[in-house]
């Protein structure tokens, strides 16, 4: 008889704080930072001497993307209606008091950044077109005026010093490009190398590519393959290379001083804070090997850097580096860990259809933990990558007794270029063949018996579950995916337009290449599925229309499937209220454990 488990949602969520971007006052002694500490996101403010804080705002609403002004009086948030991701930018006084909207539109308007003579806010918006350009407005409010005019979606950006430009990157994963804009609307670009991609940050986080006298732009291409660290020198038009290797870099960070650039470097999922000279060399690393780092930026006052890290077993913390030393400014855990419940990941490879070795990350519970079955977990984007990360839903699944296997699939971040490149107009083909191999993998290898394996994902993982119980019908015995889409052809005539952006550059357009959409599209073969499955949808998503969930469930119910559903009205893309969050992880656990109970 396995032991009784203690890591359950109800127990745990609440006491597990989820931590996102934070800024920290020019003078250095004001942290805001954004955090789910119960039930919604909402922005905190703390004295970082004496670590007294409270929260900025009260609202129902998710409250984000803290940025203090250049005098520090001030910060600029951004606040959506229920996970629609239409966001507005509010600006409130950084002592409190109330906040004021700077803007108030039904388009999304989000990643405020303060002129550095705090007179503008520099902003994102699709508000033309359902395309992100480059928006600036009057920090009292007023009308915004477009400084760029461009189909690929602007991702980045980070005024130049001086306040005359805006540097941006633009793209959606195909012939990115790094472009600078001034007040006036005269746009260039910058950094554009042919049949590569190129970014001013590329992770989370407000970039900080500028040197101090603006003459220097730092940059990530992967015009080698993988994605390393360049300097443009603006008047020369001069590129140099600061760090060459085999891993995917990102997020370089200009020091105060002019002296060094951090970056973040990715060793086959783990992913480490370093410093590098501004010359080139003298490298150093700031956060440990193991595990992740994140949303990097330098103290002020140059006097170290703070990150997010984290682990399989070690939810985020957030660590300043002052002087040479760490130290814990914000810790998500809130309560003990059953660690005997837990599982570190282990990085294996198997090989697929093709030959090739497919990274993965293993999860194993203690042998008397174990119920002899397993779940292959996709992980979304598809350009992304699961990392020796917290995530909380494989150790939620080892908690009950499940092995888990998360591999990262080609077409995903993290080993280069080419790798990526792999699922150009084959999306849902060949990356499923890779996923579908790890499900075999799972029972060649022992972690179950053959009618003992099941599959849970979220978005475009969601649309692998579905898209692999159809394709190898036979090897699953359950399915829960999670915000996922279904069929190509209208997925991609309502998804939000950076997102349509894409997919004509990856797959294709519904007009021409029809034939590919249906053929990877699991809703027309739904015939070919035998696994029960549980489907969940957001009602205000943006990104994967609940109408693509509630599609598959009545076509299910018609053909006499085992089919559940779990809509949020309250919600977009995933639950951020941990109410919501809660029901989730508690609704996949019970359909999982009703079909793959202990052997």
């Avoid at 942290?31 to 004496?50: H, P």
């Avoid at 900025?56 to 606040?79: N, Y």
């Avoid at 989000?110 to 407005?137: E, Q, T, Y």
Wanted: net charge positive.
């Amino acid at each position: 008889m396995r032991r009784k488990v203690t890591f359950t949602p109800d127990r745990y969520l609440r006491k597990i704080w989820q931590l996102g971007n934070y800024d920290v006052s020019p003078d250095g002694r004001l942290l805001a930072y954004s955090a789910n500490k119960g039930e919604q996101w909402s922005v905190y403010v703390m004295e970082l001497r004496t670590k007294r804080e409270k929260p900025l705002l009260e609202s129902d609403q998710s409250i984000v993307q803290p940025e203090f002004s250049p005098d520090g009086r001030w910060l600029a948030v951004q606040s959506d209606f229920e996970g629609d991701e239409n966001y507005n930018i509010y600006v409130t006084p950084a002592a409190g008091g109330s906040a004021r909207k700077v803007t108030d539109t039904r388009w999304d308007s989000a990643s405020p950044r303060w002129s550095p003579d705090g007179k503008r806010i520099a902003f994102l918006s699709n508000r033309d077109g359902d395309r992100d350009n480059v928006f600036v407005v009057d920090t009292q409010g007023g009308e915004a005026k477009q400084l760029t005019n461009v189909d690929d979606i602007v991702t980045e950006i980070a005024w130049r010093p001086d306040g005359k430009s805006v540097a941006f990157s633009a793209g959606v994963g195909l012939h990115d490009y790094v472009g600078l804009v001034d007040l006036n609307g005269r746009m260039e670009k910058v950094v554009d190398f042919p049949e590569s991609e190129s970014s001013i940050g590329g992770d989370a986080g407000p970039p900080a590519p500028w040197s101090a006298d603006g003459a220097n732009l730092a940059f990530v291409s992967n015009v080698h393959d993988h994605l390393d660290i360049g300097v443009l020198d603006l008047r020369r038009r001069r590129v140099r290379w600061l760090v060459q290797s085999k891993w995917d870099k990102s997020r370089p960070l200009w020091s105060p001083d002019g002296k060094r650039i951090a970056f973040l470097e990715n060793r086959d999922g783990n992913i480490q804070l370093k410093t590098i000279s501004a010359a080139g060399g003298g490298a150093r690393a700031v956060s440990s090997t193991k595990g992740s780092a994140s949303h990097a930026a330098w103290h002020p006052k140059g006097r170290g850097l703070f990150y997010l890290h984290s682990t399989f077993t070690r939810p985020d913390r957030l660590i300043a580096n002052l002087g040479g030393t760490n130290r814990t400014v914000v810790d998500s855990l809130q309560a003990k860990l059953p660690k005997e419940e837990l599982a570190d990941g282990k990085l294996v490879r198997y090989r697929t259809f093709d030959g090739r070795q497919i990274p993965a990350w293993l999860f194993l519970p203690r042998k008397d933990r174990s119920r002899g079955a397993a779940l292959i977990s996709p992980h979304g984007g598809p350009e992304s990558q699961t990392v020796n990360e917290w995530y909380i839903r494989p150790e939620f699944l080892v908690a009950q007794g499940f092995t888990v296997l998360a591999p990262n699939y080609r077409g995903g971040t993290g080993y280069g270029r080419a790798w990526r490149r792999l699922s150009d107009q084959d999306l849902g083909g060949a990356d499923m063949e890779d996923i579908i191999a790890g499900g075999r993998w799972l029972v060649k290898n022992g972690y179950c018996a053959p009618d003992r394996l099941g599959a849970i994902g979220t978005s475009y993982g969601g649309y692998a579950v579905a898209h692999i119980l159809e394709k190898a019908p036979d090897l699953w015995a359950v399915g829960v995916s999670v915000v996922g889409y279904f069929n190509w052809m209208t997925a991609t005539t309502n998804e939000r337009g950076y997102l349509q952006r894409y997919d004509r550059q990856k797959m294709g357009h519904p007009d021409t290449d029809a034939d590919r959409f249906r053929k990877y599209s699991p809703i027309y073969f739904l015939d070919s599925i035998r696994a029960p499955v549980l489907f969940t949808g957001g009602a205000h998503d943006p990104r994967c229309p609940v109408t693509e969930a509630r599609a598959m469930v009545e076509e299910m119910q018609k053909m006499g499937k085992t089919v559940d559903y779990l809509e949020f009205p309250d919600e977009g893309h995933s639950p951020r209220k941990m109410s919501n969050q809660i029901r989730l992880h508690e609704r996949a656990i019970e359909w999982l454990t009703r079909y793959l109970r202990d052997a």
